[in-house]
C-alpha cells in the first residue's frame, strides 16, 4: 500500500507539471514556442501514461486482491487499510484498468485524429461549413465507439464514454433526471418569453477591464479564496487548474462592454478552485487529490457561481461597494434591478452564454444526439438538421447557420463524448447539496447578505472537498443527501426564484 | 548518432521544462506553493540526471569511439559526420564523463548540504555573523575538493571546478590574463578616485517602475529582442532562461529611485537572450543550443550592456526618446552628461552594484580567494581577513561588516566555485570580439548612433551565437580573432573610455 501511494504522488507531481505546462501556454507563453511546446506536452503525457500503467502498478492491485469484482481490494488483505486508502486502490484500478485496456493502435489513432479535427473543425466553423467537418466526426465516432467496445460495456456503448467524466453515472440515470428537468424547464422558459422582458441595459454600459479586475480581487478575498495558494490570470477562455495542492490558479477574461462575464467567471472557476483547495491532510498531494467527477466539480462552480452570486443577498452585501467604483454606470440601479438584471433570461444559441435556466436545455440536445450518435440511430450527415430541430423543440428558436448551432462548440472535434452532460448535473448536485446545507445552517442568507461568506465554505469543505475523489458522486449525494440525484432541487430553485425575477403569475 | 541526437533532443524538451519550472517560480508561482514546486524540481532534475548517465549512452558513446583521448569521437568512425556533430559527441561525452564520475553519495551529499547552508548563509549575512556560516563552507569545499578529486586533475583541483563553467579553461590561464588585467585596472581606478566625480544626480530622480517599462521594451525592441519568442517579466533578481529554441525569457526589477538599474538589466539578460535566440539550425532544440561557456556568455550580456549600452553613440539615439518620457528629471541633460552620468565610476563593497570599471577587480579577489581555499593555502577561519585585505590592496576601501564584505555573495553556499571568474572573462572576450568586428563593421558607430543595430547582432550571431557549444570559448577566440584570450583589448577599451568620461591627464 506504501508504495502505491509513494507511486500515486509521484505521477501527481508530474501531472502537476504538466498542468504548469498548459497554464503557462494559455497565459504567457510567446506565440513561436507553441511548437515546442507541443513536444514538451507530448512527452510529458508519455511519462504519466507509461506511469499510470506500469506493470507495477498491475502487481501491486493484484497483491491488494483489486479486480473487478472487488475494486477497493480485497477484504481479507486489506483489512488494516483506512477508508481512504480503499478508495486510492479503487481509483488506481479504476484508471489503471481503463488506461490498459485501449490498445496502443487506438490511442495513437486517436490522439492523430484528434488534432487533425481540431483545425479541420476551427476552420468548419470559421466557414459555416459542416460538410467538411462531417467526415472527421464520422471518424471520431468510429473510434470512441472502438474505444467503449475496448472498455466494455452492458447495453449501452455510452456508458463507457460518459464514466470517464462522470465515474459510475449510467446514461439511463442522465435520461431519467433530464427527463424530470425538461417537463419542468420548458414551460418555465416559455412562461418567461412571454412576460415582461426585466432591463439590464446598465450591464452593458463601459467597465474598463482594469477595475472589473480590482472588483474580481474584491469578491475572491470575500469567498476566502486563499491568493497566496493561487492566482487570477487572463485567457482567451475561463478556466482552473491544479498546479499542486496549495497552486491552485484560475482565469478570467475581460468584456468592457458587458459587466456579467468576468465577474461570473471569475465566481465560477473560484468554484472550481475552492474545491481543489479544500482537499482533506489524508489525500492532498496524492492522486485521489482533485474532483471526484466533473459533476461534482460543476455542482461547486455553479453554487458559487449562481447560488451565491446571482442571489439577491450577494448583491445586498456587493452592490454599494460595486457602485463606489461605477457611481454613472450604475445611478438608479438598486438592489433589486441588479439582481434582476444578472439574472436575466432569454432563449439563445450558444451555450456559453446561456443564463441559468436555458444552459441545461442547451445541453440536454447535445447529451440527446451525442446518445444517438453513438448508438448508430442517427448519421452524422443528418446531425444538423436533428440540431435543429431539437433548438426548436427546447428553446423555441432555430440558428440560421451551423457555425451558431451544431459547430459551436469545440468538444467533438476532440473526441469528447459523455463529457457535457456532466454540465447540467452539476446544476442537479449543487441544488441538491445546498437543500441540505439550509437546513444545516439556516441564517446562511443573513450572512451573505452581510458578506460572510466563511460557513458555506466551511459546509462545503466538510461535506464534499475534503473527500476528493475518495467518495464519487453517488456516494456523496447518498451520504449528504441520503437520496441518489434527483431534479426536483433544481426545478425547485429555479421556479421559486424565476417567478420573482419575472413576476409570474 | 542519430539515436544519439534523438536522446539529445528528449534531455532537452525535459530541460526546457524544468526552466519553465524555474521562471514559474520566481515570477507568478503563490507563496505557498513553494514545496510542492521543490518537489517538482527534484523529480525533474532527478529524470534528465538519469536520462543523461543511461547505460545507452554510454554504449552509443564507445560504438562512436568517443573517449578521453578521442572527445569527438573515433576519426575512422565518425568519418561521414559533420563538425557539429562531431562537437555534439563532444558535449555528450564530456557531461556523461563528469555526471558518471561523481559517486551518487557525492550527488546527495552536496544537494543537502547545499540546501541547508543557504539558508544558514542567508542568515548569517543578515546577523553579519560569518562564525555561524563557517563551518557549513568548511563543509562545502571539502565536498568540492572530493568532487574535483572524483573528476580528476593533472596539477590543480579548481582546474575541474572551472571547468564545471568554462569548459578547457585552466586556472593558470585565468591567473595570467587576470594578473595583466590587475596591473592595468589598479592604476586606473586610482587615477579616477583622484579626479573630479562625475554628476549623475539626474539618474537618482523618481523615474515609475511602468515608465521605465515602457522605456525598456522601445529598447528591446531596437535591439530586435523578438518579443514572439520572449518575454521581459519582473522578479527579484534579474535573469534569462531558455525554455525551448522560441522561448527565451529575460527578467528585471524596478528602482524607481535609480534610473539604471533595470535598463542596464535588460540589456545585459537581452544579450544573453539574444544568444540563446540565435542558434543555428542545426542545433536548435538539440544539446549544442545554449551558450557554450558562462564567460561567452558573459561576454555577450556585457557587450550590449556596456559595449553598445553604454556607449555615446546609444545616447545619441535614445536620449530624445527618453528625455520625451523624464523631461522634467532630465531637464538640461545633453548627450555628453547623460554618457558621463551612466559611467560613474565609483570603488564600493558591492560586487553587483559596481561599475564596469571596478567590477573585474570584485571578481578578482574571490578567484584569489578560492583558489587559495581549494588548494588548502588558506583557511575558511581566515577568510573575512583575507577578504578586506584583497579589497584594501584592489579598490582602496575596507568593509566595516562581514555582510558588506565576504558574505555578500549567495554563490559559495551554494557550492559554487570556479563560477565567479567567469564573469570577468566575460569583458575580456566581450572586448576582444569588438575589436575584430569593428575592423569587420567600420561605420559601426555611425549606425548605433542612428539607432540601427541590426549589424552588430548579425555579426554576433554569424561568428559566436549559431555555433552555441559547438564551439569552445577557445575555439571561438582562435577562430575569429587570430589569438588566445587577452586582456589588452579590454584595458584599452577602459583607458580610453574613462580617459574622456574623466578628463584624465
Not at 245 to 266: A, G, H, Q, V, W
Request: negative net charge.
Amino acid at each position: 500500500m506504501d508504495r502505491l501511494l509513494e507511486i500515486g504522488k509521484d505521477i501527481k507531481t508530474w501531472s502537476g507539471i504538466g498542468a504548469l505546462l498548459g497554464w503557462d501556454q494559455e497565459t504567457y507563453m510567446p506565440e513561436k514556442a507553441v511548437d515546442e511546446r507541443s513536444r514538451q506536452q507530448a512527452a510529458l503525457s508519455s511519462l504519466v501514461h507509461e506511469k499510470m500503467t506500469s506493470g507495477e502498478i498491475g502487481e501491486l492491485l493484484e497483491d491488494l486482491g483489486a479486480d473487478d469484482d472487488n475494486p477497493m481490494g480485497d477484504e481479507s488483505r486489506c483489512a488494516d487499510l483506512s477508508r481512504t486508502e480503499r478508495a486510492f486502490i479503487r481509483y488506481v484500478h479504476r484508471s489503471y484498468r481503463k488506461e490498459t485496456r485501449l490498445p496502443g493502435r487506438l490511442v495513437k489513432e486517436l490522439s492523430e485524429t484528434r488534432s487533425k479535427s481540431q483545425s479541420v473543425w476551427a476552420k468548419a466553423r470559421q466557414e459555416n461549413d459542416f460538410k467538411s467537418f462531417q467526415p472527421w466526426l464520422e471518424k471520431l465516432i468510429d473510434l470512441k465507439l472502438e474505444t467503449a467496445e475496448a472498455y466494455g460495456y452492458d447495453d449501452n456503448p455510452y456508458d463507457p464514454l460518459l464514466d470517464d467524466y462522470e465515474p459510475d453515472m449510467k446514461t439511463s440515470e442522465v435520461q431519467r433526471v433530464f427527463s424530470d428537468l425538461k417537463a419542468d424547464l420548458v414551460p418555465l422558459v416559455k412562461a418567461i418569453a412571454e412576460s415582461k422582458q426585466v432591463d439590464n441595459s446598465f450591464l452593458t454600459k463601459h467597465y474598463p477591464a482594469k477595475l472589473q479586475e480590482e472588483f474580481g480581487y474584491k469578491v475572491l478575498e470575500k469567498l476566502n479564496y486563499p491568493m497566496d495558494r493561487g492566482r487570477l490570470d487572463v485567457t482567451a477562455h475561463p478556466f482552473t487548474t491544479e498546479l499542486g495542492s496549495d497552486d491552485i490558479r484560475i482565469t478570467t477574461r475581460y468584456m468592457e462592454d458587458f459587466f456579467n462575464s468576468s465577474l461570473y467567471s471569475i465566481i465560477h472557476e473560484a468554484g472550481h478552485g475552492l474545491y481543489e483547495l479544500g482537499m482533506g491532510d489524508d489525500i492532498r498531494g496524492n492522486l485521489l487529490a482533485g474532483g471526484t467527477s466533473l459533476g461534482i466539480h460543476e455542482s461547486q462552480s455553479r453554487t458559487w457561481e449562481n447560488l451565491v452570486g446571482r442571489s439577491r443577498e450577494f448583491w445586498e452585501y456587493f452592490l454599494p461597494s460595486l457602485k463606489s467604483m461605477f457611481p454613472e454606470n450604475l445611478d438608479g440601479v438598486d438592489v433589486e434591478a441588479m439582481w434582476r438584471g444578472v439574472n436575466k433570461v432569454e432563449p439563445s444559441f450558444i451555450r456559453v452564454e446561456a443564463d441559468e435556466v436555458t444552459y441545461s436545455l442547451h445541453v440536454m440536445l447535445r447529451f440527446e444526439l451525442e446518445q444517438k450518435l453513438i448508438n448508430r440511430k442517427l448519421a452524422v450527415k443528418d446531425l444538423p438538421e436533428a440540431w435543429n430541430e431539437g433548438m426548436r423543440e427546447l428553446l423555441g428558436i432555430v440558428p440560421e447557420r451551423d457555425s451558431d448551432g451544431v459547430l459551436q462548440d469545440v468538444h467533438w472535434s476532440f473526441g469528447l463524448f459523455g463529457y457535457f452532460p456532466t454540465y447540467a448535473l452539476g446544476n442537479l448536485y449543487g441544488s441538491q447539496f445546498w437543500n441540505t446545507m439550509v437546513k444545516d445552517i439556516p441564517d446562511v442568507y443573513t450572512q451573505m447578505a452581510s458578506g460572510d461568506f466563511t460557513r458555506i465554505l466551511a459546509w462545503l469543505r466538510e461535506h464534499i472537498h475534503q473527500y476528493g475523489s475518495s467518495k464519487t458522486a453517488g456516494e456523496l449525494a447518498m451520504d449528504i443527501t441520503g437520496e441518489p440525484l434527483n431534479a426536483r432541487y433544481f426545478v425547485d430553485y429555479l421556479n421559486s426564484k424565476y417567478k420573482t425575477v419575472y413576476k409570474l403569475d
